[in-house]
């Protein structure tokens, strides 16, 4: 495949944005080589500016489960934008949305929009704070929650693994508060909780992880930090930016029936349009300014827009729930690559959770991030770019998930499943 159009637009990009991107992971940092800049895309399809066609496994890192360009989606913001994009003022359609959203996450009893994942972690964090008077949060190591000061830690030296910042620009006392243990490790939990339980705000993490590629709660842990936040008094909030509405209308939390005090969301709640949303226990978001004390504020949140493309999708979601259907078709995906790098002799795992999976380059299995990082790279990069050249665009990194939507049919899963027979024959010859 020939992409000279990508890469003198990629050259264009790099001298008017860091990069060259206006989100690293956008950057191919992870496989090598030039990103593809997309002219347009429908269902399952990605089409960049040289005229190549890709099925694509990133949906936009999540928000895509009804496809690309969706009719019904479309005409919503259509509609919608010839009365006004933007108002300043309370519209019922962020009524409409939050009547939704509480409809389908059990677990919500009001919720607050926002414009992205990271405005809803961080200010799910800031309101556990204000709400329990205490400061500790508690991380796990490679679960990400956006780009929150205090969320970009990584395990510090100290006994308590205190967070040291993992970026420039961020000031230790940002992160002197945050501890970061090991995903799926009960007894850090246990003792962390035991030794200063009573001064921890809050928990988050991702319910199933998407952020270190794929990684399921092993059986317990979320249950024995449910009863340990429940115990020492600090609000559990569960980051389903990526698996609400995804992995059931409901999302991982109901999935794995756990019932956190909040929930931060993004991607499939904005169908597409820049929104977050995070919400819980009406005891605690009647904390949030104006009806508490606790501030938090934006300009577009709740934005007509983005509010139609939302309560579209999730209209959708709940009244026409494609979970099994996406089910279905993910395993026969799962089914085939193992048996393709079986029988290319290839070490692989594949981990996945419905619609959500990582085929990781390693015999180890996959359980933390340390595990994760154990993943052969190199062989991935030759995958990726095997598979693009074969039409196949998965995600451009190891460490993140693929994310079906449900017009990855029959159909889509044996294209895939050719060019992965293909694929692996390649890097292993
Ligand atoms: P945003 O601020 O990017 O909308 O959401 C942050 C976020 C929060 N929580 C979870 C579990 C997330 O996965 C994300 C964002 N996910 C990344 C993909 N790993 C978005 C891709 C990007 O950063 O460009």
């Known amino acids: 495949m020939q992409r000279s159009k990508s890469k003198s637009a990629f050259d264009r990009a790099k001298g008017l944005i860091p990069g060259g991107v206006n989100s690293p992971a956008r950057a191919f940092g992870g496989v090598g080589g030039t ?24 949906g936009s890192w999540g928000p895509m489960i009804l496809g690309h360009a969706h009719p019904k989606v479309v005409e919503a913001i259509q509609t919608t934008a010839i009365k006004g994009s933007s108002f300043g003022a309370p519209t019922e359609m962020e009524s409409q949305m939050a009547e939704l959203i509480i409809s389908m996450v059990p677990s919500i009893e009001m919720v607050r929009m926002v414009n992205s994942g ?31 000061d205090s969320l970009l830690v990584q395990a510090g030296s100290a006994a ?59 059986s317990g842990f979320l249950k024995e930090l449910r009863g340990l936040t429940t115990q020492f008094g600090a609000v559990l909030i569960l980051d389903e930016v990526m698996t609400g509405f995804r992995l059931s209308a409901g999302g991982a939390q109901q999935l794995l ?45 709740g934005n007509p827009l983005a509010m139609a493309a939302g309560i579209v999708v999730l209209t959708e979601l709940k009244k026409n729930p494609p979970y099994e259907k996406l089910e279905k078709y993910a395993q026969r995906l799962e089914v085939g690559l193992r048996e393709a790098a079986y029988s290319s002799k290839i070490p692989h795992v594949i981990n996945r959770v419905g619609s959500m999976w990582t085929l990781f380059f390693t015999s180890t299995p996959v359980t933390d991030y340390d595990s994760a990082k154990l993943s052969d790279t190199k062989m991935f990069s030759k995958f990726f ?12 990194s190891q460490f993140e998930a693929a994310f079906n939507s449900i017009t990855h049919d029959d159909a889509i899963i044996d294209l895939t499943l050719k060019a992965a027979r293909d694929s692996f024959a390649e890097i292993n010859s």
């Not at 770019?385 to 451009?396: F, K, N, S, T």
């Open 385 to 396: 770019w095997a598979m693009m050249d074969r039409g196949v665009y998965l995600p451009c």
């Open 257 to 301: 029936g756990i019932e956190p005090d909040l929930t931060a969301l993004g991607k499939i709640v904005g169908g597409g349009l820049p929104v977050g949303a995070y919400g819980g226990k009406k005891e605690i978001m009647a904390k949030v300014m104006p009806s508490g004390p606790v501030y938090q504020a934006g300009t577009l949140s």
């Open 118 to 148: 990271t405005e809803a972690t961080m200010s799910a964090l800031r309101l556990a704070r204000g709400y329990t008077g205490r400061d500790l949060i508690v991380k796990f190591a490679g679960c990400y929650h956006g780009h929150v």
């Open 35 to 58: 990103p593809i800049f997309i002219d347009h895309a429908a269902g399952p399809y990605l089409f960049d500016i040289d005229g190549n066609k890709y099925i694509d496994f990133i």
């Open 160 to 218: 308590t693994t205190l967070g040291v910042p993992s970026s420039p620009g961020i000031p230790k006392g940002c992160t002197a508060d945050t501890i970061v243990l090991r995903y799926n490790d009960i007894e850090e939990l246990k003792n962390t909780f035991n030794k200063m339980g009573d001064k921890i705000a809050c928990v988050i993490l991702e319910p199933v992880v998407g952020n270190m590629g794929l990684i399921p709660p092993s």
